[in-house]
């Protein structure tokens, strides 16, 4: 079964990387970078877009719970997007392929990593609602799935060039964690290229810090 | 695990189904509005624009021309003002997308987009030209859709 699931991983990972495939993809030409750090990682992804429709990354993630550090090539494509006069709608495809290695006395031997998963977002100036998961097979460092779903709204729309404010609820789940489901609201500034969020996961104490910039 | 197996297959045969049909394309090289969006999944208020802008009529409803310094300067240097309604454009992160695109273009004097209006506003330098189809391309590049181009008159809120 684990022979099974591997290789079928395997092949999403190629696949992803050969066609394709998180706000992860830019306009053409558009470079970014996206911090994120949470109750279980921090990780750092610089991605380029060659066309509007996908980007191709390098990502790097430290897994504080399992000791271990990921360093894989991260694709991600736009499947769809759903445009309207106020609304906007997308489905990504988001994958990687790397290395997992021990970290913190961890002595584990490196691993080849890979993971997969799907994003999803709609969003008008003033509600915002998104979901994305991931499913990460790193051998003996870890074998995780995590979902996220996010509901938010501005108090007040801004215009171009303005700073924006989100009031956002994140629900967790982790079936790596004992607490698989957690909770934690956070509030997003968002100003020309730079969007930082910061938030505190209610049910395990952990702050939460994001940062995106696009240039 | 199966299901999450399972599903996993199924989002990758979506990615090949999917890819061309993740952002318009388009052949059409004299007018953008029309055949810019597939028929299955457009919503009515979209085709409502398209058509209406096919054909000409409404053309000087939707947002004038927001009036920025720049825009200013560059209108009375004696560009040609254009207005295109954007869809999809809901946060800064389009605005810098269409921005970073646009600016580009060595016939875009001046940019600003509209959040409130949903509106790209250009004014091109004095002499130069951009089809519709370019800016529909354009916007495609950026990860957006162009409703409708109003120009001259109709761009400044005067007839058609």
């Known amino acids: 079964m684990t022979a099974v699931r591997t290789a079928l991983l395997l092949t999403l990972g190629c696949l992803i990387s050969m066609v394709t495939l998180a706000r992860p993809?830019?306009?053409?030409?558009g470079w970014t970078v996206?911090?994120?750090?949470?109750?279980?990682?921090?990780?750092?992804?610089?991605?380029?877009?060659?066309s509007p429709t996908m980007s191709l990354g390098f990502k790097t993630e430290v897994n504080r719970d399992s000791d271990f550090a990921l360093y894989s090539v991260h694709p991600t494509f736009l499947a769809k997007r759903w445009?309207?006069?106020?609304?906007?709608?997308?489905l990504y495809f988001h994958g990687g392929i790397g290395v997992a290695s021990g970290i913190n006395d961890n002595p584990q031997s490196d691993q080849m990593a890979i993971y997969g998963g799907v994003m999803a977002d709609w969003e008008t100036r003033s509600l915002f609602v998104g979901y994305r998961n991931r499913y990460l097979e790193a051998g003996h460092h870890a074998n995780q799935f995590m979902q996220v779903f996010r509901a938010g709204f501005a108090p007040y729309e801004g215009d171009s060039g303005d700073l924006?404010?989100?009031?956002?609820?994140?629900?967790?789940?982790?079936t790596s964690d004992p607490d698989s489901v957690t909770a934690t609201p956070l509030v997003r500034f968002f100003k020309g290229p730079l969007l930082v969020e910061a938030g505190y996961n209610l049910t395990v104490n952990q702050p939460l810090f994001n940062f995106t910039y696009r240039f | 695990m199966k299901f999450l197996i399972k599903t996993i297959v199924m989002t990758t045969a979506l990615c090949f189904c999917l890819p061309s049909a993740a952002l318009p394309q388009h052949d059409n090289a004299n007018y953008a509005t029309h055949?810019?969006?597939?028929?299955?999944?457009?919503?009515?208020?979209?085709?409502?624009?398209?058509?209406?802008?096919?054909?000409?009529?409404?053309?000087?409803?939707?947002?004038?021309?927001?009036?920025?310094?720049?825009?200013?300067?560059?209108l009375?240097?004696?560009?040609?003002p254009i207005v295109a309604d954007v869809l999809g454009v809901v946060c800064?992160?389009?605005?810098?997308?269409?921005?970073?695109?646009?600016?580009?273009?060595?016939?875009?004097?001046?940019?600003?987009v509209d959040l409130d209006t949903k509106a790209l506003n250009l004014v091109l330098?004095?002499?130069?030209?951009?089809?519709?189809?370019?800016?529909?391309?354009?916007?495609?590049?950026?990860?957006?859709?162009?409703?409708?181009?109003?120009?001259?008159?109709?761009?400044?809120?005067?007839?058609?």
Request: with cysteine.
């Open chain 2, 125 to 160: 330098v004095p002499g130069a030209s951009m089809s519709n189809q370019t800016i529909t391309d354009l916007a495609v590049q950026a990860g957006y859709r162009i409703a409708e181009v109003r120009r001259g008159d109709a761009a400044l809120g005067g007839a058609s």
């Open chain 1, 34 to 50: 996206i911090e994120e750090s949470d109750r279980q990682s921090s990780s750092a992804l610089v991605h380029y877009t060659p």
């Open chain 2, 92 to 112: 800064d992160f389009c605005a810098l997308a269409m921005n970073k695109i646009f600016s580009k273009r060595e016939e875009v004097a001046a940019i600003y």
């Open chain 1, 83 to 90: 445009f309207g006069t106020d609304y906007q709608g997308n």
């Open chain 1, 25 to 29: 993809v830019s306009y053409a030409g």
């Open chain 1, 164 to 174: 924006h404010t989100w009031m956002i609820l994140e629900i967790d789940h982790r």
């Open chain 2, 76 to 80: 009375a240097d004696g560009g040609e």
């Open chain 2, 35 to 74: 055949d810019m969006h597939d028929h299955e999944d457009h919503d009515r208020e979209e085709a409502n624009s398209s058509h209406a802008a096919n054909s000409g009529h409404g053309a000087s409803d939707g947002p004038v021309l927001t009036r920025t310094e720049d825009i200013e300067s560059a």
